[in-house]
């Protein structure tokens, strides 16, 4: 079967994300569209609001046909690390397109950037480590290095960033999958306003969340009807703020907790222990660490690191392959699964994977230990702290 990939975090599924799910059908002639989503944390480094199996529903009642995992350590990372995630799967998996929204919607374009980044030439490791050393957060210095050493007019945006990222690991790891684009329609991708349109951003629909009257329309029907279910039972939304006192409970009983956490370096554990006891929420606390250097989002990403005890290292996951697990799945992802079984191990039932498995998959105890600390702030909490394990893939008849 002739498989399209999409990579996603559908935080939530919006009219947006149907566009670009029907332009992928409609580009590639694709058996099948496989994505590989984001879990309970997501790139930026927040909580999904709502938890990774509402979504998983919420995509395949939309038309993705299998649903698989991005690991949480690839997941709330950065655009290099998470794109090298994504596409690892994809590569496993065997699909033949990679297919992703760009604010230039010209993939020739994004194919010359990457070619930069994925061979990284002298001129340019010159440029990159000169705007280091003059205190510039990583993804700034590469981009003022970038615009040294390329002619192409091209605006350093969020999914332009990603999109090139995907590139480059396709050209890294010698990939066959070919990488197609679709030129992002309505809003940008952090743009906070609904605006009067059917398109808006996830960051709009989140940040109205309370007043689900405002977003009924930038949504399809399903996605705003398990929305609805989550909220009304408990399981959501969930916002970053709510694990503050979590991360305050580790620094008063743990006093040197932050150090070997993921990416704490250069004395910035001292930042946070300087400021967090005189600090009223975690955004205060993060407007006082932050630096040049370090990042709104950056920061985030470490606080959410703490909280899962992740002391995951770049290198190494960039040298690791993600394992392969299912989420949900429709009839046409249920045969194009068994059309792979014999070239993919995947996992379906973590429950019996643990049990013939005990070491337990490194990146697979990050998953379980972020998915609890997501549930932590749910309704009824204890009855979803073993949901990783008792929850098997969602199973959606195609609508065929």
């Known amino acids: 079967m002739k498989a399209a990939g999409i990579i996603v975090e559908y935080n939530p599924f919006h009219n947006g994300h149907l566009y670009h799910l029907q332009k992928t059908k409609e580009i590639t002639g694709a058996d099948v569209v496989v994505a590989v989503m984001s879990g309970n944390f997501i790139q930026r480094g927040e909580p999904a609001i709502v938890n990774k199996w509402a979504r998983t529903k919420m995509a395949l009642l939309n038309g993705v046909d299998v649903v698989f995992e991005l690991p949480f350590a690839y997941a709330c990372n950065s655009a290099e690390v998470f794109a090298y995630g994504a596409i690892s799967i994809l590569n496993s998996l065997g699909v033949n397109w990679v297919v992703f929204g760009s604010e230039a919607g010209d993939i020739s374009l994004l194919k010359k950037i990457a070619m930069h980044l994925a061979f990284e030439e002298e ?204 989420l949900g799945f429709n009839s046409r992802g249920k045969r194009y699964l068994n059309s792979i079984k014999e070239k993919v191990k995947y996992i379906t039932k973590l429950d019996s994977y643990i049990m013939k498995n005990p070491e337990c998959n490194s990146l697979l105890e990050l998953e379980i230990r972020a998915s609890q600390i997501h549930a932590l702030k749910y309704k009824e909490f204890h009855k979803y702290l073993q949901l990783e394990f008792k929850q098997h893939p969602i199973y959606i008849p195609s609508r065929e």
Not at 142 to 150: F, I, Q
Not at 212 to 232: G, N, T
Not at 313 to 323: E, R
């Open 123 to 326: 001129e340019f490791r010159k440029y990159l480590k000169i705007y280091l050393k003059e205190g510039h957060s990583f993804p700034k210095a590469r981009e003022l290095a970038l615009k040294k050493v390329s002619s192409e007019d091209f605006e350093f945006l969020p999914n332009n960033i990603l999109g090139v990222e995907y590139i480059k690991w396709i050209l890294r790891t010698d990939s066959k999958i070919e990488p197609l684009t679709i030129k992002r329609v309505g809003s940008l991708y952090n743009d906070p306003n609904l605006g009067s349109g059917s398109f808006c951003s996830a960051t709009a629909i989140r940040q109205n969340i309370n007043n689900l009257e405002l977003i009924r329309d930038k949504m399809p029907p399903f996605s705003y009807q398990v929305l609805m279910e989550e909220i009304e039972s408990g399981r959501g939304p969930v916002s970053l703020n709510d694990f503050f006192e979590f991360f305050l409970y580790r620094a008063i009983v743990y006093k040197d907790f932050l150090k070997e956490q993921f990416d704490v370096k250069e004395g910035l554990e001292n930042r946070f222990y300087n400021h967090i006891f005189s600090s009223s929420s975690l955004e205060d606390l993060l407007s006082k660490v932050k630096t040049k250097r370090y990042t709104l989002t950056r920061l985030q990403r470490i606080f959410i690191h703490c909280l899962v005890d992740s002391k995951v290292n770049q290198k190494t996951l960039l040298s690791t392959k993600p394992y392969i697990r299912v």
